[in-house]
């Protein structure tokens, strides 16, 4: 990994995020009825996030590809050994309902780098929260190996598509465990990753599928932090291809990852 990269990560994610919670505040107070402006609003951070990265990534890595949700369409990017993966404003929905569980996420795909999903740099900015995550963040205690004590497992999922597997999951937990299991719903792929980096969940389950923007960054975070990342059908990831579309994701803390494993059929390593 290049730390000029990773920083340069960073900072753009902060002043992404800085930028897009500016634009929510100067709109004032939004009716949740009022689904006109809300989406002028998101379509507005949207664009502004996206034409800043850009133009950040312009000046500092020129000879850089980008791969953006906001500007997906540029196929060189195929033939490029470094393409930043950005997301300028994950959790779009949330964002337009004036909730903090939305983000941006800013990651580094290199040909030449032997770390999984060949992902070199990454950054998760959660600017309503005031939190960043970075793959520059000191380890100083991996991810718990045991339970949690006083307090249920926690499974993060989306709050607009379940996994199809998530009662099994949480019954087969249950009775493996012998724990009893909570389910939180949260919005942007970078907020359910944080709750886990923070702690407060041990397994972060999504099969609906979603792309290459929305994980690159909590993927790249996550395995800096030590958690245990598969695919749904148990392969890794790989990125930048002609199809932008990852399957999904299965986070989750040593606790709880053979108990995972066994449950939905995932090879051990």
């Given at each position: 990994m290049s730390t000029d990269d990773a920083v340069l990560s960073r900072a753009i994610a902060r002043e992404a995020g800085a930028l897009v919670v500016g634009i929510r505040e100067s709109y004032g107070e939004i009716e949740r009825r009022d689904r006109a402006r809300i989406r002028a609003l998101c379509d507005l951070a949207d664009r502004e996030a996206h034409l800043l990265i850009e133009q950040r990534l312009r000046d500092a890595r020129p000879d850089d590809a980008l791969l953006s949700e906001e500007g997906d369409g540029d196929l060189a990017r195929l033939d490029a050994d470094r393409v930043w993966i950005v997301d300028p404003l994950d959790g779009t929905w949330e964002y337009g309902q004036g909730r903090a569980d939305f983000a941006v996420h800013v990651a580094l795909w290199s040909r030449a780098a032997d770390a999984a999903g060949a992902l070199s740099a990454g950054t998760i900015d959660l600017p309503a929260q005031g939190q960043t995550w970075s793959v520059l963040d000191d380890v100083v205690d991996g991810p718990a190996a045991a339970?949690?004590?006083?307090?249920?497992?926690?499974?993060?999922?989306?709050?607009?598509?379940?996994?199809?597997?998530?009662?099994?999951?949480?019954?087969?937990?249950?009775?493996?465990?012998?724990?009893?299991?909570?389910?939180?719903?949260?919005?942007?792929?970078?907020?359910?990753?944080?709750?886990?980096?923070?702690?407060?969940?041990?397994?972060?389950?999504?099969?609906?599928?979603?792309?290459?923007?929305?994980?690159?960054?909590p993927l790249a975070v996550a395995l800096h932090r030590g958690l245990v990342c598969l695919s749904p059908e148990g392969d890794g990831f790989s990125f930048n291809g002609r199809s932008t579309v990852q399957p999904g994701i299965v986070m989750a803390t040593p606790s709880v990852a053979p108990a995972v494993r066994d449950l939905l059929g995932l090879p051990t390593p």
């Open positions: 339970l949690p004590v006083g307090r249920p497992v926690r499974v993060v999922v989306s709050r607009s598509r379940e996994p199809q597997d998530l009662d099994r999951v949480v019954r087969g937990l249950r009775s493996g465990l012998g724990v009893d299991v909570e389910v939180l719903h949260v919005g942007s792929v970078g907020a359910k990753a944080a709750v886990v980096l923070r702690g407060e969940a041990e397994l972060y389950l999504h099969d609906a599928g979603f792309h290459d923007w929305d994980l690159a960054a």
